[in-house]
């Protein structure tokens, strides 16, 4: 059994202010994981009449990312690739002073000790990490041929469980590895090519409004994921919103189209009438609305090339394809004139 020292941060509400407490640890089995550690240090403060250490968890799996917490000023304790509800006491020595802390981000406020409201992720999905096209079932989605490559990024970058240790562990609080996750595994896959460039430009400007920080490029988020994402699905969040922003694909459903939802600012929205006349498939939006086809996607396994079936890419057919016809004319304009230049 080990004796420990915690030193936790208390405060009983988001106005109040906050400070370190000390407790003493006693008989702790190495088997205990750190949250089963806390009940037991929480049984003695009720105990005693003192209120308990307020915490998040679920499952304790590892699965939830519920336990978000930052431990020696790590995000979920010194083990690599481990959650904090996954943490066995025996990673500490005995007679260790070990200090325990919530995330640290603006848009995560603090609801009480350990707790922080991690909504603004709520809301970053809302805003498009779905995919709402008829996909078909289980059996269907089992007859597109997708190559192992793009199988196996995708399930890496949908292990992603939501606990914003990428956000505290980034020294500007930013959510870009868990925005970039989240538009990886559905858009790395063939049912996902409908609405893949709108579903990164939507979740990136949701982030933007949520507060939280940009990317430097630190790699502080890799290092203190439980579930080890590579940074290199936020170099894929990047090509993907610049393309959208660049071809105008990811402004589909505004205008005189309809979208399928608006930015949601609270996840207690009251949801919205519909009209009788309002087609349902039309009033939700989303790809089959804007154009009722289907997508071959190369052989099944290249998600950068979209073509609709029966039909070749038209020219021309995107702004940016006009752009570029433009900047090519005038560059073969001026090398006409050069060389007529050089010939006299």
Not at 126 to 138: K, L, N, R
Not at 226 to 242: A, C, G, H, L, N
Not at 302 to 325: E, I, K, Q, Y
Request: charged fraction near 20%; aromatic fraction near 6%.
């Amino acid at each position: 059994m080990k004796q420990l020292n915690l030193k936790v941060w208390r405060q009983t509400s988001r106005e109040a202010s906050g400070r370190f407490e000390t407790y003493r640890a006693s008989d702790v089995s190495p088997d205990m994981s750190f949250l089963e550690m806390l009940d037991v240090v929480n049984e003695q403060l009720a105990g005693s009449g003192k209120r308990p250490i307020a915490f998040d968890h679920d499952c304790r799996e590892g699965i939830c990312g519920a336990c978000a917490m930052m431990i020696d000023g790590v995000p979920h304790g010194p083990q690599k690739g481990t959650a904090a509800c996954q943490l066995y006491m025996r990673t500490f020595r005995d007679g260790a002073t070990i200090l325990v802390e919530p995330w640290r981000a603006r848009a995560f406020p603090l609801v009480q000790d350990l707790m922080v409201d991690r909504s603004a992720f709520d809301r970053i999905i809302q805003a498009g990490g779905y995919v709402d096209v008829h996909a078909g079932g289980a059996p269907d989605a089992n007859d597109v041929p997708i190559a192992k490559a793009a199988a196996d990024h995708a399930m890496d970058a949908a292990c992603c469980i939501g606990c914003g240790a990428c956000v505290a562990a980034c020294p500007n609080a930013s959510a870009s590895l868990f925005v970039a996750a989240k538009i990886a595994h559905l858009g790395l896959l063939p049912q996902g090519q409908p609405e893949r460039d709108r579903r990164a430009v939507r979740m990136v400007e949701q982030m933007d409004l949520e507060s939280f920080g940009n990317c430097s490029w630190y790699g502080e988020c890799q290092a203190a994921c439980p579930k080890e994402i590579s940074i290199d699905t936020i170099v894929q969040m990047d090509r993907d919103y610049t393309r959208a922003m660049l071809s105008g694909r990811g402004i589909e459903g505004t205008g005189d189209r309809p979208a399928r939802r608006t930015t949601a600012v609270s996840v207690n929205e009251p949801p919205r009438k519909r009209s009788a006349n309002v087609d349902a498939e039309s009033l939700l939006g989303g790809a089959d609305a804007v154009e009722k086809t289907t997508w071959v996607v190369g052989e099944g396994t290249d998600p950068n090339a979209r073509t609709p079936a029966g039909r070749p890419p038209a020219v021309g057919h995107m702004r940016f394809n006009l752009l570029l016809w433009a900047i090519v004319l005038i560059a073969a304009l001026v090398a006409l004139v050069y060389v007529l230049g050089v010939v006299r």
